[in-house]
């Protein structure tokens, strides 16, 4: 347990780092995009990657199902993804257009921080509705290694009841003998 709590920790700074790196990042002159040092933030993907991998080495088999919604998740990410730089582009595309005329300029403006402004939501929704996904998983992991832990527990006493009542046995019948063997 005290595993997955580190492992957790792990996750929590490294999705630190990431929004650090993003926050951080400069934005590129009259788009609403941003320019981010990919090596910087793939080298924190990677960490992320190989600390789920170390985790997934000591699950149970029952855990392959959270595996799979988890690149589920991956996908959703992506397509998220894509739907932003699409957002982007078609801002992009129309503040070019507009930028002939000072009034026309300040107009494309506005509309690239709501475009901004939105994705911002959307991300800020999305990180949420993932980290409350990858809480649940955690908690259902949680409980499963609760049970399985408890079941072991329980089958240790059983054997160890069960050599007691043998070991017991064993005693009353030696005992049994010796007053046999003093007649």
């Known amino acids: ?72 998740k991956d996908s959703h990410l992506s397509e998220a993804r894509s739907r932003a730089e699409m957002i982007i582009k078609a801002a992009e595309a129309q503040a070019n257009e507009m930028v002939s005329a000072h009034e026309i300029t300040t107009q494309a403006k506005m509309t690239a921080k709501e475009i901004v402004e939105n994705a911002n939501k959307e991300t800020s929704e999305f990180k949420f509705s993932a980290a409350q996904y990858v809480d649940g998983i955690f908690r259902d992991m949680d409980d499963l290694l609760k049970t399985t832990l408890e079941d072991q527990v329980n089958k240790a006493r059983d054997v160890e009841n069960f050599y007691r009542n043998v070991l017991e046995e064993l005693y009353h019948n030696r005992k049994e003998i010796r007053i046999d063997d003093e007649r």
């Open 1 to 72: 347990m005290e595993l997955i709590t580190s492992h957790i920790d792990r996750i929590e700074d490294l999705l630190a780092k990431m929004d650090e790196v993003i926050d951080t990042a400069r934005s590129v002159p009259f788009s609403a995009k941003i320019s981010i040092e990919k090596e910087a933030l793939f080298g924190l993907i990677d960490e992320a990657r190989a600390i789920m991998y170390e985790m997934r080495k000591g699950l149970p088999s029952e855990i392959n199902q959270a595996k799979r919604v988890l690149h589920d």
